[in-house]
């Protein structure tokens, strides 16, 4: 019965995690609250010490201060792994059995949870002193209906990274423009280095790129209006960077068979120099940096630059496709709400203060470039955020669920040339109506 | 001892434990399914009732068919394969030399964790680095084809690994099977001038019949509610190729927020499994009993 026992623990389990769900509807919030003076709060994070060892040290030490300061307050942590992290937070959601503070991500993921209220608005800890030390926009993204639920740890922007060693063996030079950024892609190619690495099996990889496009093309707002439904769709520059993007694809830019590959596997091309450039998140510095793992002449041989302006497009240079990553949130039904707060402000704050050093991850809070020691990619990735003239929320990140997977699998079928950029963006525009 | 086990009361005694676990753990949860796929429910937040909208929408969703499509294209090849395996299984209990290490390693697959044979077959299908396309352009074809991003392919290249995976688990039931039909039997057929050919065809495999029905059942109720290797080797992409009607109420209930509709497909999924097990019992219903 081995193969009942697969198929069962498999297919069952979504089942199963449908209906565990349900079965228990009691209103009961987590935390032994009172009982002489003695609190405990729940707080569930998604860096194992295995695979996020700096994030988990560092999270550990924040509990341990505060755990200090505030005698008589014990926090109780349970940490899982990313995808993992992601299902149990649901599945506790459905059953009102959250812990009183966990993780979170901005925009289109907060909305059910917000509309289902569970969690606690924010602005009371921002107003207390907290808000000016956020990077403007980052709090924003946890905003709805002008009320935060949740506090940014991480800010992320994709610049393209490029291996210097093979565009010196190429004689190519950092593009200025698009046409330039073909012909260096052209250049690869005939030479026979995959010029992009891309694992769009994950879908949100690809849709970097045609963010990037759309908003050299179409400037900073085309895209965001077309999803917050103050504009459309089928606007022609959301057209025209569908385009681009299968020209790009026909012209070998991309590694062999990359709608297959993970983002992870994407990466290794890049990381093994088989592939010159890698767009991603800022979260990859460490690896270009600090990381011991990474060959030191690896590491030295990475730069990065900005997607270069399309001639005629309405964007510009400094513009960034990124956004906060994880956030805090307070469960709404905690019995320990006060304390919580207090745990997430002391928690935000402490986590500024050492993420960037320790961890390589750059905060939602501002960081003073002058007084840390850092790498000089970071400095200038800093510099750059601080020069930034607008930051657009990954697309997915801003839709809701729904509309966010159309999108995803849109992408997916974008880049694998089975839909045409016609219906690419009014498949989107269907979509959006819809909601 | 034999008198309490024989008192009614003390029986249902015994089995209630089980019952209960039975029905907290699968019936109930079906029931539940069920209702909560008559609902608009995005698995937090309160519910609303909305009727048969969530079975009607399902009906009308060619994402759910084609996925559906998919998993009966999986059913098939995996009853098709059924017919390898049991070629295999009456070798391998016929008398041939090396039966038992061939056995053991027919059976290896069977040992791994899903997860790991999916990993072991991404490897094998990676565009660049794979073992498969190495091979392949090492005698000279220079654009090996991406088995794992081809919509065309993707399915096919996740159906190989799948089959491969429960070689061992059916090899097994057959072999069993065919070890237990009395000696006795195959030999006075033999002495009666049968060929092996006659002896395997004839006699053993009308024997195991009603074990060959049962593995019909399992692989075609199997299939339909494949999911683990799809979920890891690609996510039913690229844009839903290998999309299951498993996998793909998984992305409805995790990805997609809509736990109402999730459950309507999980539903409807049990149901489709329900009907074609009466369907296969009713097609392969013999009436006589067999006998050794």
């Known amino acids: ?435 | 001892m034999d008198k309490a086990m024989s008192n009614p009361k003390v029986i249902m005694l015994y089995t209630l434990p089980a019952l209960f676990l039975l029905l907290a753990l699968i019936y109930v949860p079906i029931v539940q399914t069920g209702y909560y796929g008559l609902m608009k429910w995005n698995g937090m937040g309160s519910k609303e009732f909305i009727g048969l909208v969530n079975y009607s929408r399902l009906i009308e969703d060619p994402l759910f068919w084609s996925s559906a499509y998919h998993s009966f294209l999986l059913a098939l090849f995996s009853t098709l394969s059924l017919v390898g395996y049991l070629l295999i299984s009456v070798i391998l209990a016929g008398k041939i030399k090396g039966a038992n290490t061939l056995r053991k390693i027919y059976l290896i697959p069977m040992l791994l964790a899903s997860v790991a044979i999916a990993q072991l077959w991404m490897k094998i299908y990676h565009p660049t680095n794979g073992i498969l396309n190495n091979l392949l352009m090492s005698i000279g074809i220079e654009e090996p084809p991406m088995w794992l991003a081809n919509p065309d392919l993707v399915l096919f290249a996740i159906f190989i690994p799948i089959i491969w995976q429960y070689a061992g688990f059916y090899i097994l039931i057959y072999y069993a099977a065919l070890k237990n039909i009395p000696e006795s039997l195959v030999e006075s057929a033999r002495i009666d001038g049968a060929t092996a050919w006659d002896i395997a065809w004839k006699i053993k495999i009308p024997l195991i019949m009603n074990v060959i029905k049962v593995t019909i059942v399992l692989a075609v109720v199997g299939s339909l509610k494949y999911f683990d290797l799809i979920y890891i080797m690609t996510n039913g992409g690229p844009n839903g190729a290998s999309e299951v009607m498993a996998s793909y109420m998984y992305g409805q209930a995790f990805r997609g927020f809509d736990f109402g509709y999730a459950s309507a497909i999980g539903f409807f999924l049990l149901v489709i499994c329900l009907v074609i097990t009466w369907l296969i019992r009713k097609v392969t219903a013999t009436k006589e009993e067999i006998q050794y």
């Open chain 1, 1 to 435: 019965m081995k193969k009942k026992a697969h198929t069962l623990a498999a297919a069952g389990l979504a089942a199963l995690m449908l209906v565990t769900a349900g079965c228990s509807t009691s209103n009961e919030a987590s935390g032994d609250g009172g009982g002489d003076g003695e609190k405990t709060i729940k707080f569930m994070h998604l860096w194992p010490s295995g695979s996020s060892k700096q994030h988990n040290m560092i999270t550990e030490d924040i509990i341990e201060e505060f755990e200090k300061e505030n005698p008589g307050v014990t926090i109780e942590t349970e940490v899982l792994e990313n995808e993992q992290y992601k299902n149990k937070i649901k599945v506790l959601s459905s059953s009102n059995d959250l812990p009183d503070v966990g993780v979170t991500w901005a925009a289109g993921y907060l909305e059910p949870f917000v509309e289902g209220e569970l969690f606690a608005p924010l602005d009371d800890v921002l107003n207390d002193g907290l808000k000016d030390s956020f990077v403007a926009g980052t709090t924003e993204a946890y905003a709805i209906n002008e009320e935060t639920y949740g506090l940014p740890l991480e800010l992320n922007i994709a610049p393209i990274y490029y291996n210097k060693a093979i565009f010196e063996e190429y004689g190519l030079e950092v593009p200025e423009t698009y046409e330039e950024f073909q012909e260096i892609v052209k250049t690869l190619e005939e030479n026979g280095v995959a010029p992009i690495a891309l694992g769009n099996k994950d879908r949100w990889t690809g849709s970097l790129w045609y963010m990037y496009l759309a908003d050299r093309i179409g400037g900073p707002e085309v895209l965001t209006q077309a999803i917050n439904r103050e504009g459309t769709f089928e606007d022609p520059a959301l057209a025209q960077a569908a385009e681009e993007i299968q020209t790009l694809v026909d012209a070998n830019a991309f590694n062999r068979g990359f709608n297959g590959l993970s983002n992870d596997e994407g990466k290794s091309e890049f990381m093994n120099g088989n592939a010159a450039m890698y767009m991603m998140g800022t979260w990859e510095l460490p690896n270009y940096t600090t990381n011991e793992d990474v060959p030191q002449e690896f590491r030295d041989s990475i730069g990065f630059f900005k997607f270069p302006e399309v001639e005629g497009g309405k964007g510009d240079l400094n513009s960034w496709v990124g956004g906060p990553g994880v956030g805090l949130f307070v469960s709404e039904n905690s019995e320990v709400k006060e304390e919580a707060k207090e745990f997430v402000k002391f928690f935000v704050e402490s986590w500024g203060e050492r993420a960037v050093t320790e961890a390589g991850v750059i905060p939602a809070t501002k960081v003073d470039t002058e007084s840390v020691e850092l790498p000089e990619l970071y400095i200038d990735v800093l510099d750059e955020l601080a020069n930034s003239s607008n930051l657009t929320l990954f697309a997915d990140v801003q839709m809701n669920a729904t509309v966010a997977e159309t999108h995803l699998n849109l992408i997916q079928s974008l880049f694998g040339k089975e839909v045409t950029p016609e219906d690419f963006t009014k498949q989107h525009e269907e979509a959006l109506s819809r909601e």
